[in-house]
């Protein structure tokens, strides 16, 4: 029995025969790649169910590699690094990265790990599936009706503004740069600029802020991208 589909991205050939070897050991499906870039195509083309991604690699790196992918597609992803850098895994993390493993490492805690995303992963997909409303304090967002009701008063937005602020307040604090709201919003073949993401949260906190000149709901993280940050009561 198959317990899953793992992609590996590592360059490193003899580290993608050692995790190869102990996933299929626990039953996992194994493919790899061998860049930045090969990794991004197998993802989103083929969706494995967790990317075991390396951070070093050509083409392009595993971090600017895992933020292509969480743009395109929802799939769990460990970084390995052989850094032990306290600043690649807060990066990571903000990014929406599930796990941080350090090299060198033990397979078997490696596989363990893996097993550790895939059931937190799993549990978060049906709570996503059968959780249709979002509540914070002075916030209430429905997706089914699409109402948004904001300190009481209800909030008309277009489809695009109601994406967007459902995509960000599903995931309070999480870091999303305009190239992924580009993507996930306008879908990943839109061909567009990030100008357009800029415009929707300027129109967006016009409706939802109290002062859109210092927004509490939308923040800017400056050089980074945007965030929701669910207000205190």
Request: aromatic share 6%; net charge negative; glycine share 4%.
């Amino acid at each position: 029995m198959v317990n899953g589909t793992i992609l590996i991205a590592d360059d490193d050939r003899r580290i993608v025969k050692i995790i190869t070897h102990s996933l299929e050991q626990e039953g996992y499906k194994v493919m790899a790649a061998q860049d930045g870039e090969e990794a991004v195509r197998l993802a989103t083309t083929l969706h494995p169910d967790l990317v075991i991604m390396d951070i070093m690699m050509p083409k392009l790196d595993g971090l600017e590699a895992s933020q292509k992918i969480k743009a395109k597609v929802d799939v769990p992803i460990i970084i390995l690094s052989a850094k032990d850098d306290v600043v690649d895994k807060i990066v990571g993390f903000k990014m929406g990265i599930d796990d941080y493993q350090t090299k060198p490492f033990s397979p078997a805690e490696l596989a363990l790990r893996v097993k550790a995303v895939l059931r937190r992963s799993k549990g978060s997909q049906e709570q996503k599936r059968n959780k249709e409303i979002l509540e914070y304090p002075h916030v209430y967002i429905e997706y089914a009706t699409r109402l948004v009701r904001i300190w009481g008063q209800e909030i008309s937005l277009t489809a695009k503004e109601f994406d967007m602020l459902w995509l960000m307040a599903s995931h309070p604090s999480q870091i999303f740069s305009r190239l992924q709201l580009l993507e996930k919003i306008w879908e990943s073949h839109y061909e567009g600029d990030e100008d357009t993401v800029t415009v929707h949260v300027r129109r967006l906190r016009r409706k939802i802020e109290q002062d859109a000149a210092n927004p509490d709901l939308i923040k800017t993280v400056w050089g980074v991208g945007y965030k929701f940050e669910a207000p205190k009561e």
